[in-house]
């Protein structure tokens, strides 16, 4: 690629983006994973999903983990969830393993996962009632995270007439309430139109700089894991392990024009080699060269 | 208007089409109805003789086949004697629209003929209560087993291979049975009312609650949800409109266990109005009968689903309905 050789490398960072990470990485870890392994057993044998994944999560920091389809990626955030068990290694959150699912880890899912039959209040307060807090309390709670996610409004609408940037919203805000130690999210924007989702990353990056939460963030999408990410995990497919831990060097605040930035650019430069390798494997699609026999008359043309 | 606005595949028909189309399919059969009691050239294979003539078996009023009538008529005719008069006429057992409609009201309005015989509307209640408690049993059972079958693998793999079995096992088969453990009145009846639906039910719900979409679970469990708030707050209300759904697809298939169950010991109900009065030959007040279980079937089902949609305000498929 020629437009590479004028981008400075994605190792570059500036002072102010190092001192950024320095920062960071000297706040406590939150989440540790360690040599950890997935294999599925089906009928046609066993498929490993994953393998030795290692990687630290600090305090307050936005992972995002990216990687070809099929990778594993929705399988290590179950894993880290506790919806699935993993056959080797361990996870660690706050220095204790992981056995199952609870709310210390607060979890969107790409799907819609909002209980139809509550409203988008009663959808927020279901965690904080899970957890033995009284009626009225968690009902100011979640009139507070409306206010917050902009939805006092539809306090009383039910999911089916909110938009699907709006229950993610919710979706955010009902994992949220909850106080998890960190966020996990599964793709959570990818079934949004491009304008919505432009949105809600903003949103997400505006909730996440005022409170108190971890992130470990799921996404194909590179410019969204550039966008959103202090660090980037990223895998790669059969079996499922971490090429590298990219460090974003592009600076905070992030803005829609940082998309066409250098350091941006070299990032996503760095991404896409490591995801499309040159060499790679020949693509199945790629074989098929289109053979077209013309079905329309000569002087009748398109281009 | 273009035909294929009322053939697009599977797209919604506006509200004025669906009347429309709604009041035809109850038009049609009566149409049709209609045509055979009222054209005599469709269809009336008997004639009803108002003067027997010479024929020493004919009587006035009385119903005889065409062949009969026409060998008859010839017979009286070559040998010189009175030729016996009449108009073609359907068999008794097809009365004509009009008269149904009148033993419709008479039946509420008349006393029974027999000294020991029930009202119309005395027999209906009495099979509406048979219903009521049949369903009612067997709901209490079969609803909270079902959904712990679909909640729980081990619940399920304990119960459903016999409930498999048991449901092929006809329930009249259970009649005998039935009256010498609970005598012969309303017992044996509620009780084929429970063995006709309860197995069903049990396996019906069990689906529909495997049914609910597993990331709702798996959301509510992220939530910190534990088992017994999971059963009572998520699976439960998740399932409830189509449990309620389904409930309304059994009852349907109770009333049509009703006449089976009311022929048990004595007999009583409405089928014991509809043997009485077809022992009798009022067959217009046995369609009078048959009709009023129809409507009384189709009343309560829509009054329940005009209830499921203000229950289920939530719920975008029972809303379509
Ligand atoms: N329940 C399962 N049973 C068997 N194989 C599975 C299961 N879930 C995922 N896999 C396999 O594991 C690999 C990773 O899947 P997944 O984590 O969903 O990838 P991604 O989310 O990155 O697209 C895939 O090859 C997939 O076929
Ligand atoms: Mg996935």
């Known amino acids: 690629m020629n437009t590479t050789s004028h981008l400075p490398s994605y190792l570059e960072q500036s002072e102010a983006v190092r001192n950024r990470f320095d920062r960071l990485k000297s706040r406590e870890v939150i989440l540790e994973v360690k040599h950890l392994g997935k294999d599925y057993k089906t009928t046609k044998g066993n498929v490993t999903a994953l393998k030795d994944v290692n990687f630290k999560t600090h305090r307050r920091e936005f992972v995002c983990v990216i990687g070809p389809s099929g990778c594993g990626k929705s399988t290590l955030i179950r894993i880290l969830a506790g919806l699935e068990s993993h056959t080797s290694g361990e996870v660690l959150l706050d220095g204790k393993p992981v056995t199952g699912p609870g709310r210390d880890r607060g979890m969107v899912f790409q799907g819609y996962t909002l209980f139809p039959w509550l409203t988008v209040k009663k959808n927020v307060m279901f965690g904080l009632e899970m957890n033995n807090v009284s009626t009225d309390d968690a009902g100011r709670e979640a009139e507070l995270w409306l206010e917050l996610i902009g939805l006092e409004k539809f306090a009383n609408a039910f999911p089916h007439e909110l938009s699907g940037g709006m229950k993610q919203r919710v979706a955010i805000a009902r994992a949220l309430v909850n106080q998890p130690r960190i966020l996990l999210m599964d793709e959570p924007f990818g079934a949004l139109d491009a304008q919505s989702r432009v949105k809600m990353q903003t949103y997400l990056l505006e909730i996440w700089r005022n409170i108190d939460i971890t992130v470990l963030f799921i996404t194909h999408d590179l410019d969204e894991a550039i966008f959103l990410a202090d660090r980037i995990l990223v895998l790669k497919a059969h079996p499922g392990e971490v090429q590298e831990l990219i460090e974003v060097p592009v600076p905070r605040p992030r803005s829609a024009e940082q998309f066409s930035s250098p350091e941006f650019l070299a990032t996503k430069a760095r991404l896409e080699a490591l995801i499309h390798p040159q060499e790679a494997e020949p693509d199945q699609d790629a074989e098929v060269k289109p053979q077209m026999i013309r079905f329309v008359n000569v002087a009748d043309n398109v281009e | ?321």
Request: charged content about 15%; proline content about 5%; aromatic content about 12%.
């Open chain 2, 1 to 321: 208007m273009n035909t294929s606005s009322w053939f697009a595949v599977r797209r919604e028909l506006s509200q004025n089409k669906k009347t429309k189309l709604g009041v035809a399919s109850f038009l049609l059969p009566l149409l049709i109805w209609c045509m055979v009691s009222y054209l005599p050239f469709i269809w009336h294979p008997k004639v009803l003789i108002s003067n027997p003539g010479d024929v020493d078996y004919f009587q006035v009023g009385m119903l005889v086949d065409k062949a009969t009538f026409r060998d008859e008529l010839s017979n009286m005719q070559s040998t010189g004697k009175i030729a016996p008069q009449g108009q073609p006429a359907n068999p008794i057992y097809l009365p004509a629209p009009h008269e149904v409609a009148k033993a419709f009201y008479t039946g509420f309005t008349t006393a029974p003929e027999q000294r020991d015989g029930q009202w119309l509307h005395e027999s209906l209640w009495h099979s509406i209560q048979i219903i009521f408690w049949g369903f009612l049993i067997s709901s209490l059972i079969g609803v909270p087993l079902g959904i712990l079958c679909g909640t729980y693998s081990a619940v399920s793999r304990l119960n459903e291979p016999f409930v498999e079995f048991f449901r092929y096992l006809p329930a009249p088969a259970f009649g005998a049975l039935a009256v010498a453990i609970l005598g012969i009145y309303d017992g044996p009846k509620i009780a084929i009312i429970v063995i006709g639906t309860l197995f069903q039910q049990i396996l019906i719900i069990a689906n529909t609650t495997r049914k609910l979409d597993y990331a709702l679970i798996e959301a509510a469990m992220t939530l910190g949800t534990g088992r017994i708030k999971l059963l009572f707050r998520v699976i439960l209300p998740g399932v409830l409109p189509d449990i309620y759904r389904d409930q309304r697809i059994l009852l349907g298939w109770a009333w049509t266990y009703l006449i089976v169950a009311e022929l048990i010991g004595t007999s009583s109900g409405i089928t014991w109005f509809i043997t009485q009065q077809a022992r009798y030959q009022h067959f217009d007040n046995v369609y009078a009968a048959i009709f009023m279980i129809g409507l009384l079937g189709l009343g309560g089902d829509l009054l329940l689903a005009v209830l499921g949609k203000r229950l289920f305000r939530w719920n975008l498929s029972a809303n379509k309905e």
